[in-house]
Each structure stands twice: as C-alpha cells, then as structure tokens.
C-alpha cells in the first residue's frame, strides 16, 4: 500500500485502474531518450505548421495479395513524406485487409499505441469490422518493427529528436494512406488507441478533407503522458539535462518540447460531427482531462468507458469497435 500511496501523490489524475497500477510497477526507469535529446539543430527546424501540409496519395509497392480464410491482406512499402528520417528508417510499412471478394463500404487508417510493433494486436481489434465492409490500412510507424535502426534494441526512442520525428512521420504517413484510401471509397476514418489516439487527433485536425475521427485514450498533447502519469517514469531525465539542469529542469525542458505538439492548437477536423473521442475514465497513463480538453476543442461526442488504459483495450473492443461504426455512419458524403 505504500507503494500505491507514493505512486498516487506522483500522478495527479488519479483514480487510477488497478489494472494500470500493477502495470506501472513493473515499468523500468529510463526506457527513453538514453541518448538525450539527439541532434538539436535538426530539431530547431520543426515546427508546428508542419503539421498543417498536405499529402498526396502515396505509390505503394504492393506485394501480392493472399488470402487468409475470408481476408484479403496485402502489404506495401512507400517512401515516407517525411524525408529527415534515418535511411533505413524511411521506408515506410503498411498492410491492407479486407473481405474477400466483396468490395469495400469504408476504409479505416488505424495507428499504432505505443509499442505496438507489426499487425498482429490491431489485426485482431479490427477483424470484426472487416465482415460490416470497412478495409484497414495498418501503418507501421518509424522506429518501430521492421523501420528500426541500427542500435535501437525495442520501440523506445533513444532520443527526443527521434520521437519527434516519429510523431511527425506517422502523421504525414496517415495522412497520405488517408489520400489513397478516398480513391477507393467515399468515407474514410482515422483511428488509434493511447499514442494513436494523440497521432489520430493531430491527423484528422489537418487532412484537408472530411473524414470520420476516433481518437481512443488520447492525450491531446504528448507532454502530459511522459511528464505526469504512470509513464514518468520512462525517460532517462538524467540525460536530458543541460548543463546544471537537476531532473524536475530537465522534466519541465521535455514538457515545453513534447506541449509544443498538442492537438488543441490545431484547427478543428472539417467533419466534428464525424468524431467521437473514447476516454478511459481510470486512466493512470493519459490525464482525463486530456480527452475532456480534446473534445471541448472539438466540439464533438466524449463517449467514457469506465476502464484505465491498460482495461479499456484489454475488455472494452466491442466499444472501441461500435465508435468506429458509428462515426463513420455519421460521415457525410465526400466534401
């Protein structure tokens, strides 16, 4: 209990989920930016506004597709929109699925939580969809699975610079996946769960085009989920700090960056009647204010699930799945 206690005073959006409690313990220190914060002057050249630009539909290798019982799934490799990565980090993955023989109603791009490396964990949250007619673009981000460089042992960014320009690339990437999946259908939606949830609201806020958006446990800015909660606990503060920086300096340096990316500075989708923001009630990883704050901005539907982040993908699927239904059944024509 004591250790519950201390944990409570750190995070200060408790009422957390037993379940992200027991999470958190086992959560070591310093799983991210063990190099620092990596290459500033490249950093001094993002900004904001990049994440206003367009993306035209990319040219996908396709391999050939095969099917899978009564899927369809096919991947592709597409050179990324976002051409400071790494080389070997650049080429971007995605796989597409469908039901075969039937072709689809709505396409749906849905990003990956944070860790989730490969197919495999979206695959099974999606499978239902499939037989109502929607296809799936699932998008390997950079740095994770197959796009991972040299040195970079699991999914954390070994330094700020990386992670920001992940963050970037997934949206550029979406955004252009978006692009080619109007081509095939009318109504398109973006979603993602956790880090997803944060990348699906900054996606849908700047595509210049009406689609369906279902941000799931999302922090509106990422500055909260690596400086408050549970997840505090992840960067290597140490060698973040500058000079004669102590931890809580070098906390307070990462917030300023990570804020400088939040969702509520950007516009509003072109369709918030299309969007519904799924927040995790007992959340001990993303701040439910969060996911007030996103919604409020947006205008739209905040639909809570009475669950904790680690719950709420675990045991709530058939919730996660129905808001995807449901925002794309609120989706007008093509705009």
């Not at 990003?111 to 964990?121: E, I, K, R």
């Not at 970079?152 to 992940?166: F, H, I, K, N, P």
């Not at 699906?200 to 799931?216: G, S």
């Not at 500055?223 to 140490?238: H, I, M, Q």
């Amino acid at each position: 209990m004591r250790a519950l206690s201390s944990l409570t005073r750190a995070v200060p959006f408790m009422r957390m989920h037993p379940l992200d409690w027991l999470v958190s313990l086992a959560l070591p220190r310093g799983r991210f930016f063990c190099d620092g914060w990596g290459d500033r002057a490249l950093m001094a050249g993002m900004s904001e506004e990049e994440l206003l630009a367009t993306a035209a539909p990319p040219e996908v290798g396709w391999r050939p597709a095969r099917r899978v019982g009564e899927l369809t799934v096919q991947d592709g490799v597409f050179e990324s929109p976002e051409r400071r990565l790494p080389a070997r980090v650049r080429e971007a993955r995605v796989r597409r699925l469908a039901r075969a023989g039937e072709p689809p109603r709505a396409a749906l791009v849905l990003l990956a939580s944070s860790g989730d490396q490969g197919y495999l964990v979206r695959t099974e949250l999606v499978r239902p969809l499939l037989s109502r007619g929607v296809a799936v673009f699932l998008l390997e981000n950079a740095y994770y699975g197959g796009r991972r460089p040299a040195g970079q042992g699991g999914y954390e960014a070994r330094t700020v610079c990386d992670l920001s320009l992940m963050g970037l690339a997934t949206v550029k990437e979406a955004k252009a996946l978006l692009a080619l999946a109007r081509r095939e259908c009318e109504r398109t939606c973006v979603a993602g769960y956790s880090m997803g949830g944060n990348m699906t609201a900054v996606v849908a806020a700047t595509v210049p085009f009406a689609v369906a958006a279902v941000p799931m446990a999302p922090s509106a800015s990422p500055a909260p989920v690596f400086t408050e909660g549970a997840l505090r606990v992840w960067p290597d503060l140490r060698a973040l700090a500058v000079e004669r920086d102590d931890e809580e300096a070098a906390r307070e340096r990462l917030r300023a960056w990570l804020a400088r990316f939040d969702a509520t500075l950007l516009p509003i989708p072109r369709a918030p009647g299309a969007a519904i923001v799924v927040g995790t009630r007992h959340d001990g990883f993303v701040p439910p204010r969060e996911m007030e704050r996103l919604a409020a901005h947006w205008r739209c539907e905040l639909r809570w699930l009475e669950a904790g982040h680690a719950s709420g993908y675990l045991f709530y699927r058939d919730e996660l799945r129905r808001a995807i239904l449901d925002a794309l059944g609120r989706l007008e024509e093509r705009v």
